[in-house]
């Protein structure tokens, strides 16, 4: 009976707990705009709000490969998922102090009590054997300290999960630009090999002419320039290329596979068309806003836990059980005991640290406001960077490729004319020179325009899904 006394008092006064004085959360205002910039530099773009994986934006299997490969292996993002994983624990940690400590103990003591202390006038050996169940200084939440703490270890941990997105998305882009500039790397060591062949063989025609006084000892000088200026750069590419599969294989966490080591060249339609959706939508989109978001929230419930330390805290402890002298009459009729001790503590005087805990909790709460702004702000930029660069990027790319075809024509006429004595070495030389060139700004303006479609689908949060609208800027 007194057991059953002592539960339901307790359950009373757990009955208490439920206030909370965490503010009312507001998701705070942004400045961005309400649409994405218009002007020259942004074209009709596709729109949608649903964010598919990477393997509906990237159509190349070697790089879909190098992707998974690095899904499975890359240490960052193994360090972040170890990050989100110490922080769940830190959160049942927290949310374990909602409930009691519920404990069983035992023990047994024997003492030997001098005569002058015991009522006999006799010495005596006395026992004491016992079994409690009982719980220890249990606060009981009722102005909502631990569940504001609690909410805030939440927030914590969801906005660590977050992270861990926003890494994985930056893996997965890493690693494409990583893939496009060693392909680029290889394309322009090729066309390097390719153009210093052919200086080798203006070189031989320049220096026999020479020996049969029909060229210059000038004429042999220039072109020799262009034979060491292509090795030249030919020893750059190849260290590049190097580097880029260091740098790749840094990101995968494991070996390029051998198979993908040979030069190929990259696909015209390697990556997917971009919607660019509203910028509402990167709100929902974006890991890293809402992992600032989650943050702002954490440092809102630490309010809370700050406002509820000004009121008076009440811990229980209480324990039920069986005490006898004897082990053997441990449950025998009236060895029954209970003990229940509530405790209150009231703040009176403190220095003002109660009043600065709280200061300092609303000042981050304002830095997280901040934060959060910040990083709207920047994704709005990161996004309106992607859309001008897939605006002008096409008509660059396009405009590099008829200067190369431009040059091409060019060397051919003047390679043709120096043969038929028109023109001199120099005019030649000029057009070797401009070809090489252009052909190199080509590889070069597309690895960008690439680089610049896979910077947009990381800004836009990962990807995308069909149904798809056409929206004019």
């Known amino acids: 009976m007194k057991l059953n006394r002592l539960s339901l008092a307790l359950m009373m006064v757990a009955g208490l707990q ?25 074209k009709t773009v596709a729109q949608s709000d649903n964010v598919p994986d990477w393997q509906g934006f990237f159509h190349d299997p070697a790089l879909r490969q190098l992707i998974t490969l690095s899904l499975q292996n890359n240490l960052d993002l193994r360090k972040a998922a170890l990050n989100v994983q110490a922080y769940r624990a830190q959160y049942d940690i927290q949310r374990a102090d909602l409930l009691p400590t519920v404990g069983v103990g035992a023990s047994s003591s024997r003492a030997r009590v001098p005569h002058d202390l015991t009522t006999s006038g006799k010495a005596e050996v006395q026992s004491q054997t016992g079994v409690e169940v009982g719980l220890s200084s249990y606060e009981l939440d009722v102005f909502g300290r631990i569940r504001s703490l609690d909410s ?47 200086y080798n063989k203006s070189l ?12 210059s000892a000038l004429d042999v000088r220039q072109a020799r320039t262009l034979v060491e200026g292509a090795r030249a750069q030919m020893h750059l590419y190849t260290r590049q290329v190097a580097q ?41 989109r974006r890991p890293d806003i809402r992992a600032a978001e989650h943050q702002l929230e954490a440092a809102n419930a630490n309010i809370g836990a700050a406002r509820a330390a000004f009121f008076p805290s009440i811990s229980l402890t209480a324990a039920a ?6 082990l053997d009459g441990l449950f025998n009729g009236g060895s029954g005991s209970w003990s229940f001790a509530p405790q209150i503590n009231v703040p009176i005087f403190n220095g003002g640290r ?25 994704a709005f930029r990161e996004v309106a960077d992607g859309l001008a660069a897939k605006g002008t990027y096409d008509g660059q790319v396009q405009a590099q490729t008829a200067l190369v075809l431009a040059d091409q024509e060019y060397y051919d006429m003047a390679r043709q004319r120096y043969e038929e004595g028109v023109d001199n070495y120099l005019t030649l030389l000029d057009a070797q020179r401009e070809l090489f060139a252009a052909r ?20 836009l949060g990962g990807g995308w899904e069909s149904g798809i609208a056409l929206v004019q800027h």
């Open 321 to 326: 059980g069986t005490t006898s002298h004897n």
């Open 440 to 459: 190199q700004q080509l590889l070069t303006d597309r690895l960008q325009q690439m680089t610049s479609e896979v910077q947009l689908y990381k800004a």
């Open 354 to 378: 109660l009043r600065a805990n709280l200061s300092y909790a609303r000042i981050e709460k304002d830095i997280n406001v901040v934060q959060y702004q910040q990083s709207i702000q920047t």
């Open 244 to 284: 880029d599969a260091n740098g790749l294989q840094l990101l995968l966490g494991t070996e390029v596979p051998g198979a993908l080591a040979g030069v190929t060249a990259l696909s015209p339609d390697l990556l997917a068309d971009v919607p660019a959706g509203l910028p509402s939508d990167l709100l929902i």
């Open 204 to 215: 031989s025609l320049i220096d026999a002419s020479a020996q049969a006084g029909t060229a």
């Open 152 to 198: 805030a270890a939440l927030e914590q941990y969801l906005a660590t999960d977050e992270a861990q997105s926003s890494v994985r998305i930056g893996l997965i882009s890493n690693v494409a630009t990583a893939y496009l500039t060693w392909r680029t790397d290889q394309a322009l060591l090729q066309v390097t090999r390719d153009t210093l062949d052919s």
């Open 18 to 42: 439920g206030c909370s004085l965490i503010p009312e959360y507001h998701r705070p205002t942004s400045s961005v705009q309400t649409a994405w910039p218009q002007g020259p530099a942004y």
